[in-house]
């Protein structure tokens, strides 16, 4: 079986541009998450989503959004790219919604220049 | 909204010996606490795990201790190896964001160097 997948693995983007990143969970689950993890920190939340409504948003501003499609398949969008936004995002699906093991993806580096 | 902190941010032991990796959080209600393994330039990948119904669990050379009066939980491995040389981080679940275990809040991580 296939791991979480994230498509691209590498993005070089310019201040104030608007990013897609992909996520696909591995079959059968429901639950996708994502993280931003910047370097020699640990991931912080972004959102979750189950069922392909938002059932959870971490402390990000309105410019990161993210949706889920019928397959479970998840995109993260962030608009007005600041340098801050340099990190490696990963995302993360799980069976089920609550207590249970989160397998991430190998995530994507985003490089904002 | 739930807080973890992790020590030591770096360990450094003797092929053999043992190593323990200690977190706290904040929030009692928190009831999901994951341990996963980073390798450099890999994804995270969950080593352990520990529901707050349980207050130790044990796969081979690791375990995780939980107390949850103190509101704090460990891992410890024992006979620790080359390849356990990695960066490990600890977690945990955050019901302020709707319980889901995917909302996890993560320790900054503890680099453990594992010398020859």
């Known amino acids: 079986d296939a791991g979480v997948t994230q498509s691209p693995t590498h993005l070089i983007k310019t201040r104030g541009q608007q990013v897609t990143l992909r996520c696909s969970p591995i079959?059968?689950?429901?639950?996708v998450s994502w993280y931003q993890q910047v370097l020699g920190q640990g991931p912080q939340f972004i959102f979750q989503?189950?069922?392909?409504?938002?059932?959870g948003r971490g402390n990000f501003p309105d410019r990161f959004s993210a949706r889920q499609f019928p397959n479970y398949s998840s995109e993260l969008n962030v608009n007005a790219l600041l340098l801050g936004d340099s990190a490696l995002y990963l995302c993360?699906?799980?069976?089920?919604?609550?207590?249970?093991?989160?397998?991430f993806g190998q995530g994507t580096r985003l490089t904002v220049v | 909204g739930e807080n973890v902190e992790q020590h030591p941010s770096t360990l450094s032991v003797q092929e053999g010996d043992s190593a323990v990796i200690k977190c706290t959080y904040s929030?009692?209600?928190?009831?999901?606490f994951p341990w996963y393994k980073q390798e450099l330039g890999k994804r995270p990948q969950l080593i352990i795990d520990i529901r707050s119904n349980v207050g130790e669990k044990k796969d081979q050379r690791i375990a995780v201790t939980l107390n949850k009066t103190a509101k704090h939980f460990s891992l410890h491995i024992t006979e620790t190896q080359p390849e356990d040389s990695a960066v490990y981080f600890c977690?945990?679940?955050?019901?302020?964001?709707?319980?889901?275990?995917?909302?996890?809040?993560f320790g900054k991580g503890t680099h453990l160097i594992i010398q020859p």
């Open positions: 993360a699906s799980s069976l089920i919604r609550v207590n249970t093991e989160a397998f």
């Open positions: 079959s059968g689950h429901k639950s």
């Open positions: 929030d009692s209600a928190s009831n999901y």
């Open positions: 989503y189950y069922e392909k409504e938002e059932r």
């Open positions: 977690a945990a679940s955050d019901p302020t964001i709707g319980g889901g275990a995917d909302g996890l809040t």
